[in-house]
T-cell receptor, first 112, second 117 residues
Framework: DTGVSQDPRHKITKRGQNVTFRCDPISEHNRLYWYRQTLGQGPEFLTY????????KSRLLSDRFSAERPKGSFSTLEIQRTEQGDSAMYLC??????????FGPGTRLTVL | AQSVTQPDIHITVSEGASLELRCNYS??????LFWYVQSPGQGLQLLLK??????LVQGIKGFEAEFKRSQSSFNLRKPSVHWSDAAEYFC???????????????FGKGTLLTVNP
């Protein structure tokens, strides 16, 4: 059973550019989550999907952020017009009905 | 709102010594509790979880944790630490049936563990 995968693992971009991250959950998991982790902090919840439906978005997710899960399988997180404050580790997790979330390796974003 | 406190930002122990990492939570009922470990630049690996039942739970890599309702605590322990245990440890809580928000993990700020040879 493969775990959660994320791509890319690292992304360096210039301020103002758009970036997109991908998450592939564990195959039988219908729930998918995005978190953001800044240096010295624990992960903070961004958004949650059950199948293809986005059921909750955190106030941390500004209008520049959008997430999709079009077929209930993989998900993408897009950040438009990146700012230096967006620099963080973006973590994806998935779960089945057990409420135990399994995390991917994360995408480290650096905005110059 | 639920919250998690990890009072120790950084702990240093010698290899072979015992370890206890503290975690206190704030929640109106009994939540689901988790410990995750994160190596530098990596994602989070689940060590153990508590949902209900026996308050002493066993996890991977020789870790265990004890849920104490009266103290709102879920401390992580290991009897003998190995150098490979050096990492950052996060306690997390998710509240079942909390107005539908029974999936959102709330994390503490983490405890960084250094292991001296």
């Amino acid at each position: 059973d493969t775990g959660v995968s994320q791509d890319p693992r690292h992304k360096i971009t210039k301020r103002g550019q758009n970036v997109t991250f991908r998450c592939d959950p564990i195959s039988e998991h219908n729930r998918l989550y995005w978190y953001r982790q800044t240096l010295g902090q624990g992960p903070e919840f961004l958004t949650y999907f059950q199948n293809e439906a986005q059921l909750e978005k955190s106030r941390l997710l500004s209008d520049r952020f959008s997430a999709e899960r079009p077929k209930g399988s993989f998900s993408t997180l897009e950040i438009q017009r990146t700012e230096q404050g967006d620099s963080a580790m973006y973590l994806c997790a998935s779960s089945a009905h057990t409420d135990t979330q399994y995390f991917g390796p994360g995408t480290r974003l650096t905005v110059l | 709102a639920q919250s998690v406190t990890q009072p120790d930002i950084h702990i240093t122990v010698s290899e072979g010594a015992s370890l206890e990492l503290r975690c206190n939570y704030s929640y109106g009922a009994t939540p689901y509790l988790f410990w995750y470990v994160q190596s530098p630049g990596q994602g989070l690996q689940l060590l153990l979880k508590y949902f209900s039942g026996d308050t002493l739970v066993q996890g991977i890599k020789g870790f265990e944790a004890e849920f104490k309702r009266s103290q709102s605590s879920f401390n992580l322990r290991k009897p003998s630490v190995h150098w490979s245990d050096a990492a950052e440890y996060f306690c997390a809580v998710v509240g079942p049936n909390s107005g539908g928000s029974n999936y959102k993990l709330t994390f503490g700020k983490g405890t960084l563990l250094t292991v001296n040879p």
